[in-house]
């Protein structure tokens, strides 16, 4: 496969898909203030993910460290632009969950729809990112992951026979080999990511798998 050159301008090193996080986090501001670039030295977890996913052979751009207000951030992020596979909905990420979500999707997704439903994976369809909210439908009010940009929401996989799984209709599908593939790829996510939420957790997310990067082991 060609080598793909990442959108960065200086050289980096580090080990395999190793973090990107623990950045220097500053003061909190209101909520709905506007937001404001911050000068914050790049931390060394967030050199080395640059160069991790420069070794994936992913293509990627840096974004600015921002502060949104009312403790939403964007710090130590990527904006990923090809990992080899489709993915809608990206915005901003920051980098150490971007690494995990690409490592569960070339090495759990695709192997999965291939082997289960015999079918090459030809895009992934998300949510989103970055949303400065609370969490939805949990007892207790506080600030989201992705406030931090460090989740996603999955919503649904898209074939090559044209076939297009989504975690809504696919979950309670049915189609044995469906619930299986949804099932196995679930089970990576747990493995991979803090926190993962799938339609068993609640109504909220019964219609996408909600991948957070936050070291906690939660896996519903």
């Known amino acids: 496969m060609k080598r793909l050159v990442p959108l960065v301008a200086f050289l980096l090193s580090g080990c395999l898909f190793g973090g990107g ?3 220097r986090l500053p003061p909190a501001r209101p909520m709905g203030a506007p ?4 000068n914050l030295p790049t931390s060394k977890a967030t050199h080395e993910c640059f160069a991790d996913l420069s070794r994936e052979q992913v293509r990627y751009s840096p974004l600015p460290d921002r502060d949104y ?3 939403c951030t964007v710090i ?3 904006q990923l632009i090809d990992i080899g596979v489709p993915v809608t909905g990206l915005k901003a990420m920051r980098c150490g969950l971007a690494e995990e979500f690409i490592g569960w999707t070339r090495n759990a997704v695709a192997p999965a729809a291939y082997q289960i439903l015999g079918s090459r994976l030809v895009k992934v369809e998300t949510f989103g990112t970055y949303a400065c909210r609370n969490t939805i439908g949990t007892a207790t009010e506080r600030l989201s992951g992705h406030a931090l940009a460090n989740a996603v929401d999955v919503s649904a996989f898209i074939l090559a026979d044209g076939r ?4 809504q209709d696919g979950w309670r599908s049915d189609d044995p080999e469906v619930r299986r593939f949804l099932g196995v790829i679930h089970t990576s996510a747990c493995k991979r990511f803090g ?3 799938s339609p068993d957790y609640n109504s909220a997310h019964q219609n996408h798998l ?3 990067d936050d070291h906690k082991n939660f896996c519903r």
């Open 21 to 23: 996080g623990n950045d």
């Open 35 to 38: 937001p404001i670039t911050l």
């Open 69 to 71: 207000g009312g403790g």
């Open 76 to 78: 130590g992020a990527v």
């Open 164 to 167: 297009r799984v989504s975690i």
């Open 195 to 197: 926190t993962v939420l």
């Open 210 to 212: 909600h991948l957070e």
